[in-house]
């Protein structure tokens, strides 16, 4: 086995070092009801040249965005990702190191994270950004926690517009707690502010909004935070990082929290994981931070270095009154967005943007021009994400687009019945005008 | 190492300069503030970097020169499982039919994934001797918030959720588990552990009763030490009516050799990131995968990965008993592709080689060490043991110093202060993929410090020496909090 490297020789050798005579004496101390007496029913081993065959048929058989045009999005999205990215990201000492525990030796994993938590910053124009947590429902989850917490209320309001997995992950996680969460109903594809007002009562801990949502539209950001701040809860917005490069930042519209999930920035959509939740928050809510953050300090001699600090509030020092449980992050993922947008930069990320909004109202114009396709949600602004409305069945649409090589909208309606007909589109700067021109010509011939 | 201080990104490049840009849009270009009202719009772009290509190259090279890593030398942390991170697992992740794939795609247009995940899930079962799996946790926290959530729904569904309010955890249970069980509005309960570093069957009898939910245990314990009386504490948990709950973090010593299942554990995770070799990233992505026995599978998360009929495989949402959801999409599906390629590879026969070698490397150590350090619990260890750096306290060398002095060597320190029952600890594992010679090299290192500690103590308190930077300033970093940069 060319993982492990002890022959038989060094094995005798060490056997006679500790004193016994077979290694299964080392596991004399289990007790026999406790054994397996059979070898584990496991396909056999095999050599790399046949397991890497293997898992390359399984990949034959699936779909990937370089043969098909994506227009699906919806938490995932595919962004072009610089060649340089993937090369810096695969660099043993960041891949095989692990959590920074001994900050002498883990000097590029910490700065790293330092300058993580700043670009965060300075998208979301936040005071503090944490190294990262799993993805953007969980972030949503701690941030709804965080407001409980520090408001000492016990509900969380969730504008229908926040992702339905991301709003299923927050229940989950708040039920445990008996804390109760509410779903503010929308009208024509955006928040209805006076239901809003209606369900913000004393309460109400904190509010979680997603802009653009997750039908693609641009929420009244600056409305709703007057209306939550009113009522004394925190608020809570879900951003698309990428969209920060044209949008407002949630910093602009005095949000409490920003969160999100990093996987546009740099990381690939590998069927939904890993990728990485950020969060940011005001300066006053830094103690309740959940997960590991990063500063800077001093050596002896006076060298600037970085630290994991702060660590009172985690689970290993803190245990059962810990801020959270979380423990391994996404720092490899959170990596992989420090690398992009240090390499796109102040003029990329602006360009990606912009790329996005134009290319998918280009798209969606093309789209509701064709018999049978309509906007759900005709009065709002979207940015790279539209909601359409379809005579036809979607599911039979996307199998035909599918010979097509191309991934069609997401059909809405497995999340809910109500949403049935339909089918949310996704153009990014990776889609080219005559992918987007062949989708719309495939759809015409239906 | 060349390199030392790496300047910040932000203080490096010139206005103007850019490392990557998209090519340029080939659709009809709009106004912006026809598209979106004004009052969305930013003001002023963010003050990201502006660097060219090289230049990024060039910081994230040199910052990735600062770190110790598996590739770079021996890392016996102590509960990590710091082993080889074979390269084919990278290789089958990055395949553009894994990496490339997203997770609304239609179902057959990703059978190969499924495919994947669902015969991952019935090996987990099989190495557990457990009944069915979701690999849906993120890390082995969110396993355990999981776990417990399906602990907690099966209660419920027994009418006994209002009653069983608490769960034990012993003292030397990582940090993770009383969070855990917090997190998942329990009421945690500390059972001290006896003298042979076990738990203590007395305390666990007095502990359990009609209020207790579950157990949390980790076999081998912290300690590195097998609980022998595993079945005994099953039986005195179970016939409380409460579960077990087995943490996965020290399962690289019994693969093939000993099974949560019939140890009577209910609910497992495994962290695929520390047994089934996949990489640490600096602090993750990681997952944490969880496995239950038959009673409790209809409160796993949603959705469930099923083989039909017709032996394609499906999602499988239709589940009114479950707990719900825990993360969104499928879990850290590129982490699980690392993990299956690894246990396809190494299969039964390979996977027992695993644990039969970590464990007879972890005595090894022990044998050669015992005679230098204080060995609170002098039992057979399993793949890990603690050492008390006791004796070099009383000349006024801490285990801090100790761990610092070992970066010198260019070794990474082992797992200290922990668990919390040990005095000074020492956790070392040095992992089944380790040759000899590199065991025998720390041992001569560990003895290099010994003798430091009696000769020139000073060595050693003021260590590290020959380290990118010094001894760190933790107290100054909590007090004088900088956590970003800011454009002056």
Same mark, same amino acid.
């Given at each position: 086995?060319?993982y492990?490297?002890?022959?038989?020789? /060094?094995?005798?050798?060490?056997?006679a070092?500790i004193?016994?005579k077979s290694?299964?004496?080392?596991? $004399?101390?289990?007790?026999?009801a406790?054994?397996?007496r059979?070898p584990? @029913?496991?396909?056999?081993? %095999?050599?790399?040249?046949?397991?890497?065959?293997?898992?390359?048929?399984?990949?034959?058989?699936?779909?990937?965005?370089?043969?098909?045009? %994506?227009?699906?999005?919806?938490?995932?999205?595919d962004?072009?990702?610089?060649?340089?990215?993937?090369?810096?990201?695969?660099?043993?000492?960041?891949?095989?190191a692990?959590?920074?525990?001994q900050? /002498?030796?883990?000097?590029?994993v910490?700065?790293?994270?330092?300058?993580?938590?700043s670009?965060?910053?300075?998208l979301t124009?936040?005071?503090?950004?944490?190294?990262?947590?799993?993805?953007?429902a969980?972030?949503?989850?701690?941030?709804?926690?965080?407001a409980?917490?520090?408001?000492?209320r016990?509900?969380?309001?969730?504008? /229908?517009?926040?992702?339905?997995e991301?709003?299923?992950?927050?229940?989950?996680?708040?039920?445990?707690?008996?804390?109760?969460?509410?779903?503010?109903?929308?009208? @024509?594809?955006?928040?209805?502010?006076?239901?809003?007002?209606?369900?913000?009562?004393?309460?109400?801990?904190?509010?979680?909004?997603?802009h653009?949502n997750?039908?693609?539209?641009?929420?009244?950001?600056?409305?709703?935070?007057?209306?939550?701040?009113?009522a004394?809860?925190?608020?809570?917005?879900?951003v698309?990082?990428?969209?920060?490069?044209?949008?407002?930042?949630?910093?602009?519209?005095?949000?409490?929290?920003?969160?999100?999930?990093g996987?546009?920035?740099?990381?690939?959509?590998?069927?939904g994981?890993?990728?990485? !939740?950020?969060?940011?928050v005001?300066?006053?809510?830094?103690?309740?931070?959940?997960?590991?953050i990063?500063?800077?300090?001093?050596?002896?001699?006076?060298?600037?270095?970085f630290?994991?600090?702060?660590?009172?509030?985690?689970?290993?020092?803190?245990r059962?009154?810990? $801020?959270?449980?979380?423990?391994?992050?996404?720092?490899? @993922?959170?990596?992989?967005?420090?690398?992009?947008?240090s390499l796109? !930069?102040?003029?990329?990320?602006a360009?990606?943007?912009?790329?996005?909004?134009?290319?998918?109202?280009?798209?969606?114009?093309?789209? %509701?021009a064709?018999p049978?396709?309509?906007?759900?949600?005709?009065?709002?602004?979207?940015?790279?994400?539209?909601?359409?409305e379809?005579d036809?069945?979607?599911?039979?649409?996307?199998?035909?687009?599918?010979?097509?090589?191309i991934?069609?909208?997401?059909?809405?309606?497995r999340?809910?019945?109500?949403?049935?007909?339909? $089918?949310?589109f996704?153009?990014?700067?990776?889609?080219?005008?005559?992918?987007?021109?062949?989708?719309?010509?495939?759809?015409?011939?239906l | 190492?060349?390199?030392?201080?790496?300047?910040?990104?932000f203080?490096?490049?010139?206005?103007?300069r850019?490392g990557?840009?998209?090519?340029?849009s080939?659709?009809?270009?709009?106004?912006?503030?026809?598209?979106?009202?004004a009052?969305?719009?930013?003001?002023?772009?963010?003050?990201?970097?502006e660097?060219?290509?090289?230049?990024?190259?060039?910081?994230?090279?040199?910052?990735?020169?600062?770190?110790?890593?598996?590739?770079?030398?021996?890392? =016996?942390?102590?509960?990590?499982?710091?082993?080889?991170?074979?390269?084919?697992?990278?290789?089958?992740?990055?395949?553009?039919?894994?990496?490339?794939?997203?997770?609304?795609?239609?179902?057959?247009s990703?059978?190969?994934?499924?495919?994947?995940?669902?015969?991952?899930?019935?090996?987990?079962?099989?190495?557990?001797?457990?009944?069915?799996?979701? &690999?849906q946790?993120?890390?082995?926290?969110?396993g355990?918030?999981?776990?417990?959530m399906?602990?907690?729904?099966y209660?419920?569904?027994?009418?006994?959720g209002?009653?069983?309010?608490?769960?034990?955890?012993?003292?030397?249970a990582?940090?993770?588990?009383?969070?855990?069980?917090?997190m998942?509005?329990?009421?945690?309960?500390t059972? =001290?552990s006896?003298?042979?570093g076990?738990?203590d069957?007395?305390?666990l009898?007095?502990?359990?009763?009609p209020?207790?939910a579950?157990?949390?245990?980790?076999?081998?314990?912290?300690l590195?030490?097998?609980?022998?009386?595993?079945v005994?504490?099953?039986r005195i948990?179970?016939?409380?009516?409460?579960?077990?709950?087995?943490?996965?973090?020290?399962?690289?010593?019994?693969?093939?050799?000993?099974?949560?299942?019939?140890?009577?554990?209910d609910?497992?995770?495994?962290n695929?990131h520390?047994?089934?070799s996949?990489?640490?990233?600096?602090?993750?992505?990681?997952?944490?995968?969880?496995v239950?026995?038959?009673?409790?599978?209809?409160? &796993?998360?949603? =959705?469930?990965?099923?083989k039909?009929a017709?032996?394609?495989?499906?999602?499988?949402?239709d589940?009114?008993?479950?707990?719900g959801?825990?993360?969104?999409?499928?879990?850290?599906?590129?982490v699980?592709?690392?993990?299956?390629?690894?246990?396809r590879?190494?299969g039964?026969?390979?996977?027992k080689?695993?644990s039969?070698?970590?464990?007879?490397?972890?005595n090894? &150590?022990l044998s050669?060490?015992?005679?230098?350090?204080?060995l609170?619990?002098?039992?057979?260890?399993?793949?890990e043991?603690?050492?008390?750096?006791?004796?070099?306290k009383a000349?006024?060398?801490?285990?801090?110093?100790?761990?610092?002095?070992? &970066?010198?060597?260019?070794?990474?320190? =082992?797992?200290?202060?922990?668990?919390?029952i040990?005095?000074?600890?020492?956790?070392?594992?040095?992992?089944?993929?380790?040759?000899?010679?590199?065991?025998?090299?720390?041992?001569?290192?560990m003895?290099?410090?010994?003798?430091?500690?009696e000769?020139?103590?000073?060595?050693v308190?003021e260590?590290?020496h020959?380290?990118p930077?010094?001894?760190?300033?933790?107290?100054?970093?909590a007090?004088?909090p900088?956590?970003?940069w800011?454009?002056?």
């Amino acid at each position: 086995m060319s993982y492990i490297p002890t022959t038989d020789a /060094e094995r005798q050798r060490m056997l006679a070092e500790i004193g016994v005579k077979s290694v299964d004496d080392l596991f $004399a101390e289990i007790p026999s009801a406790a054994r397996l007496r059979q070898p584990l @029913n496991l396909p056999a081993g %095999c050599s790399e040249a046949e397991v890497f065959s293997h898992l390359k048929t399984l990949a034959a058989q699936n779909a990937d965005l370089d043969t098909y045009a %994506c227009f699906m999005g919806g938490g995932v999205y595919d962004h072009l990702i610089p060649a340089a990215l993937t090369d810096i990201v695969s660099r043993n000492e960041f891949v095989t190191a692990y959590t920074p525990y001994q900050p /002498e030796v883990s000097q590029g994993v910490l700065q790293s994270i330092y300058e993580f938590q700043s670009l965060i910053c300075l998208l979301t124009q936040m005071d503090v950004a944490n190294a990262s947590v799993y993805d953007g429902a969980s972030a949503c989850a701690e941030a709804a926690l965080l407001a409980c917490n520090q408001t000492r209320r016990g509900t969380i309001l969730m504008a /229908e517009g926040l992702h339905p997995e991301y709003r299923a992950v927050v229940q989950t996680y708040l039920e445990q707690q008996d804390l109760k969460t509410v779903i503010v109903p929308m009208q @024509n594809g955006t928040i209805n502010i006076e239901a809003l007002s209606d369900l913000l009562t004393s309460e109400v801990a904190g509010v979680i909004v997603q802009h653009p949502n997750f039908f693609g539209n641009l929420e009244a950001v600056y409305d709703i935070g007057k209306a939550v701040h009113a009522a004394g809860a925190i608020y809570i917005a879900c951003v698309d990082p990428i969209s920060l490069g044209v949008l407002a930042p949630p910093g602009a519209y005095d949000a409490d929290i920003a969160v999100g999930d990093g996987q546009s920035l740099g990381n690939q959509p590998s069927f939904g994981g890993p990728s990485f !939740g950020f969060m940011a928050v005001k300066e006053a809510l830094l103690r309740r931070l959940p997960g590991r953050i990063a500063g800077e300090t001093i050596d002896h001699s006076g060298r600037r270095g970085f630290v994991l600090t702060l660590q009172t509030r985690e689970q290993h020092i803190r245990r059962e009154r810990a $801020a959270s449980n979380i423990c391994t992050n996404q720092a490899l @993922n959170a990596l992989c967005a420090t690398v992009y947008l240090s390499l796109l !930069g102040k003029q990329g990320l602006a360009a990606v943007a912009n790329q996005c909004l134009q290319k998918a109202h280009y798209a969606q114009k093309q789209l %509701c021009a064709l018999p049978g396709w309509r906007a759900a949600f005709s009065q709002a602004s979207f940015y790279q994400e539209f909601t359409l409305e379809c005579d036809h069945d979607i599911d039979a649409v996307n199998q035909r687009l599918l010979e097509h090589k191309i991934i069609g909208g997401l059909p809405l309606a497995r999340f809910d019945q109500r949403y049935a007909n339909l $089918a949310l589109f996704c153009v990014t700067e990776a889609r080219t005008r005559s992918e987007i021109d062949r989708l719309v010509d495939v759809l015409r011939t239906l | 190492m060349i390199t030392r201080e790496v300047p910040l990104i932000f203080t490096a490049g010139a206005p103007g300069r850019t490392g990557y840009m998209p090519p340029a849009s080939d659709v009809q270009e709009e106004s912006v503030d026809t598209l979106i009202p004004a009052a969305y719009l930013r003001d002023e772009a963010p003050p990201l970097p502006e660097l060219s290509e090289l230049e990024v190259v060039r910081h994230f090279i040199n910052l990735s020169r600062l770190n110790h890593a598996v590739d770079v030398g021996f890392y =016996p942390l102590g509960s990590c499982t710091m082993k080889y991170n074979p390269k084919v697992n990278e290789a089958a992740a990055a395949l553009p039919g894994f990496a490339r794939i997203h997770p609304y795609q239609p179902e057959e247009s990703v059978q190969g994934a499924l495919a994947m995940m669902w015969h991952l899930g019935r090996y987990l079962c099989e190495i557990s001797g457990l009944h069915a799996a979701s &690999l849906q946790p993120a890390a082995g926290a969110q396993g355990e918030l999981a776990g417990l959530m399906v602990i907690k729904a099966y209660h419920e569904a027994q009418g006994a959720g209002q009653q069983r309010r608490e769960v034990i955890v012993p003292d030397s249970a990582h940090g993770t588990n009383p969070a855990s069980a917090a997190m998942c509005g329990y009421k945690v309960i500390t059972v =001290p552990s006896d003298s042979q570093g076990g738990m203590d069957l007395e305390a666990l009898q007095a502990a359990v009763g009609p209020a207790t939910a579950g157990l949390m245990l980790t076999n081998p314990n912290t300690l590195g030490l097998f609980d022998a009386n595993i079945v005994e504490i099953a039986r005195i948990v179970h016939e409380a009516g409460g579960l077990l709950y087995y943490d996965g973090a020290n399962a690289n010593a019994i693969l093939g050799i000993s099974r949560p299942g019939e140890m009577g554990f209910d609910v497992v995770h495994f962290n695929l990131h520390k047994t089934f070799s996949t990489p640490h990233g600096g602090g993750g992505p990681g997952a944490g995968p969880i496995v239950v026995c038959k009673e409790l599978e209809p409160f &796993l998360p949603v =959705p469930v990965v099923v083989k039909k009929a017709d032996d394609t495989y499906a999602l499988d949402y239709d589940r009114p008993q479950s707990v719900g959801r825990v993360r969104s999409f499928y879990g850290n599906f590129g982490v699980l592709v690392r993990a299956y390629t690894y246990i396809r590879r190494l299969g039964p026969d390979g996977l027992k080689q695993v644990s039969e070698t970590a464990v007879l490397h972890a005595n090894y &150590l022990l044998s050669k060490l015992k005679p230098y350090f204080d060995l609170p619990y002098d039992r057979v260890c399993m793949h890990e043991f603690v050492l008390s750096g006791k004796r070099q306290k009383a000349k006024g060398v801490r285990t801090l110093d100790i761990a610092k002095r070992m &970066l010198d060597f260019g070794i990474h320190a =082992p797992t200290v202060y922990f668990p919390l029952i040990v005095d000074e600890a020492l956790m070392i594992e040095p992992t089944e993929t380790e040759t000899l010679e590199t065991l025998d090299a720390f041992v001569e290192v560990m003895t290099t410090i010994a003798r430091e500690v009696e000769e020139n103590p000073e060595v050693v308190k003021e260590a590290p020496h020959h380290t990118p930077v010094g001894r760190l300033d933790e107290t100054r970093a909590a007090r004088q909090p900088n956590l970003r940069w800011r454009p002056s």
